[in-house]
């Protein structure tokens, strides 16, 4: 638990995996859609993705004091995971009580 009251929890099923490098296309869409979840792209480590979520949830004034508050979507400038197989720029950041977790979503146009 941070300073601030939240615990930014570990979702394993948007880390990247190199076994995604051989799926055929028509897999890689499956396994980056919405059963199986969007994945993040080999770049974000779990340790780089803690720090930048660390950062947002911050640079937002986010605390256990403030109670669900509205998800933040933050837009890079560089491709940061997959979302039914087509690279992502967007990432959402959501909190539930305590609890703060990050996966990457489709570009808004």
Known sequence: MAENGLAILRRRKHEWSDALR?????QFALK????WGSKFSAAWTL??????I???VRLHGWTSEVQSPSPIDVRTVD???W???QPVRTIRIVCDGRYIHAYPIKDAP
């Open 79 to 81: 491709v940061v995971g």
């Open 22 to 26: 051989e799926l055929p296309p028509d």
């Open 32 to 35: 980056t859609g919405k059963k």
């Open 47 to 52: 340790d780089v993705l803690v720090d930048w």
């Open 54 to 56: 660390d950062a947002q």
């Open 83 to 85: 979302c039914d197989g």
